[in-house]
């Protein structure tokens, strides 16, 4: 499968051919990779998803090319995260059960936000996912997607090919 390739029953495939929810939610992209913020209900405004693009379970499926760029594409998708959220540091997790088609969580670790401290962050997702927290506002996931696209461009590594 090409870079642009998808499974039809993947849901995360089926996210990236969904050209709303793309307008909506994309920050970067390039052939490989797509980043994007959660959907909503989102946990926390700077929540995002670094994804495959093609369908692809996670680094043991990757092509030499994937391989050799996603320590890249991952340190530049966490600065972003960490810039825009002025936070200090920023957790990846990436389980695969949800969905086997690699996305990765990129989540703002805030110092004096205790549902953001490492397994607690957890908890936020799943009493968000089924409505005993209140997920962030969408008016501030709105502003935070608004910085982040216009910070991208200058943090994410020129060399990546753009298929736009």
Known sequence: MDAASSDVACAI???HRDVEHLKAHE???SDRWLLRHH???APLPGWCLLDARRHC???LEFDPEEAREWGLVVQQASKLVQEVSDCERVYAIAFGEGARHLHLHLIPRVSGDARTTSWAVADLYRNVEVG???PASAAKVREWLG???A???TIFDRSFSVDR
Do not use: M
């Open 132 to 134: 005993r927290t209140i």
């Open 57 to 59: 379970g996670g680094p």
């Open 27 to 29: 920050i970067w992209r």
């Open 13 to 15: 495939c089926s996210l």
């Open 39 to 41: 959907p909503g209900p």
């Open 147 to 149: 910085r982040a696209r």
């Open 151 to 153: 910070v991208a461009p």
